[in-house]
Nanobody, 126 residues
Framework: QVQLVESGGGSVQAGGSLRLTCAAPEYVYRSNLMTWFRQPPGKEREGVAAIYTGFGSTHYAASVKGRFTISKDNAKNTVYLQMNSLKPEDTAMYYC???????????????????WGQGTQVTVSS
């Protein structure tokens, strides 16, 4: 089963920064929608930020806009999530996902994403 490879999680104090990395196979990455999702303890999974690897357009959840930045490196088939000014409410397991091209859905609709990473834990203490 194809998996995306994530790295970069960890524990930081409020106000700190982390950068998450997600590497994908080229055939998954190319001209596709890739989203970072997160799932806080006891809550549902939610979309955080997304990028179209072809055009480069981006989307952000209102809760992270202005603090998080999603970017890509086409030469490395890699997507990044730079997280600044972290808050305790950002604590969650973060997942990288790529859309299944056979399905349609918005950037927050996790049912249309067929490729997932293993998840990386982000913990922000106050």
């Amino acid at each position: 089963q194809v998996q995306l490879v994530e790295s970069g999680g960890g524990s930081v104090q409020a106000g700190g920064s982390l950068r998450l990395t997600c590497a994908a196979p080229e055939y998954v990455y190319r001209s596709n929608l890739m989203t970072w999702f997160r799932q806080p303890p006891g809550k549902e999974r939610e979309g955080v930020a997304a990028i179209y690897t072809g055009f480069g357009s981006t989307h952000y959840a209102a809760s992270v806009k202005g603090r998080f930045t999603i970017s890509k490196d086409n030469a490395k088939n890699t997507v990044y999530l730079q997280m600044n000014s972290l808050k305790p409410e950002d604590t969650a397991m973060y997942y990288c996902a790529a859309q299944d091209r056979q399905l349609t859905g918005t950037w927050t609709d996790d049912r249309s994403f067929g490729y997932w990473g293993q998840g990386t834990q982000v913990t922000v203490s106050s």
